[in-house]
């Protein structure tokens, strides 16, 4: 199985400052025809999970363009530039390069 | 309005079947995979299985060792997840989740989990 490492586990940001979130893979997730087969999730409290991003770097709909992705292969960043009250919650990388498909260990962020 | 809405919380004891439903709606079930995902009380998330209503194919994660059967109703555009005996250990948070995806040069591309249930808690005690 591909296994998935995220850091941090957990992270606090003052409203407006910016965030990074570490996504690392065991194998390359860059299949041949030019994608990187990695989605992330956002579960909100109490809610289900939404998704984020798809296919490495595309922004699912609805999705604010605060939220971006850099990286290849095994190594993504997810970032967003500036934080709102509205993205506490945890956050999942997830590849589906191969089944089974496997998450990270999530990462939560909370509002100082 | 893409809607997938899955049935309700129960509460069984080791040893019991139960079988829990996802219900699509406002899109073709047939053009998209339906997958099932395990969230364990305040754990994170994990890929339970998948399968494509028109393809026999079910990809199930091999963690779950047969324990689970992934089956689905295309006259009624429904998903269900079962279990014949049920353990302590599968007491959970089951999220049913859509899967979109095209063909580029050849080869399959998935566009993510874009659309999912609301889940189905299952608690499993004596």
């Known amino acids: 199985d591909i296994v998935m490492t995220q850091s941090p586990l957990s992270l606090s940001v003052t409203p407006g400052e910016p965030a990074s979130i570490s996504c690392r893979s065991s194998?390359?997730?860059?299949?041949?025809?030019?994608?990187?087969?990695l989605d992330w999730y956002l579960q909100k409290p109490g809610q289900s999970p939404q998704l984020l991003i798809y296919?490495?770097?595309n922004r699912a709909s609805g999705v604010p363009d605060r939220f971006s992705v850099s990286g290849s292969g095994t190594d993504f960043t997810l970032k967003i530039s500036r934080v709102e009250a509205e993205d506490v919650g945890i956050y999942y990388c997830?590849?589906?390069?191969?089944?089974?498909?496997?998450f990270g260990r999530g990462t939560k962020l909370e509002i100082k | 309005e893409v809607q997938l809405v899955q049935s309700g919380t129960e509460v069984k004891k080791p040893g019991e079947s139960l079988k829990i439903s996802c219900q699509a709606s406002?899109?073709?079930?047939?053009?998209?995979?339906i997958a099932w995902v395990r969230q364990m009380p305040g754990k994170g998330l994990e890929w339970m299985g998948i399968?494509?209503?028109?393809?026999?194919?079910?990809r199930y994660n091999p963690s779950l060792q047969g324990h689970v059967t992934i089956s689905v109703d295309k006259s009624i555009s429904t998903a269900y997840l079962q279990w014949s005996s049920l353990r302590a250990s599968d007491t959970a948070m089951y999220y049913c989740?859509?899967?979109?995806?095209?063909?580029?040069?050849?080869?399959?591309?998935?566009?993510?989990?874009?659309?999912w249930g609301q889940g189905t808690l299952v608690t499993v005690s004596s």
């Open positions: 997830m590849q589906a390069l191969q089944t089974p498909f496997t």
């Open positions: 989740a859509r899967l979109p995806y095209d063909f580029v040069w050849g080869s399959y591309r998935p566009s993510g989990f874009d659309s």
């Open positions: 399968k494509h209503p028109d393809d026999p194919d079910i």
């Open positions: 406002g899109y073709n079930f047939t053009k998209f995979w």
């Open positions: 296919l490495g770097s």
């Open positions: 194998q390359s997730l860059l299949h041949s025809i030019g994608y990187n087969f």
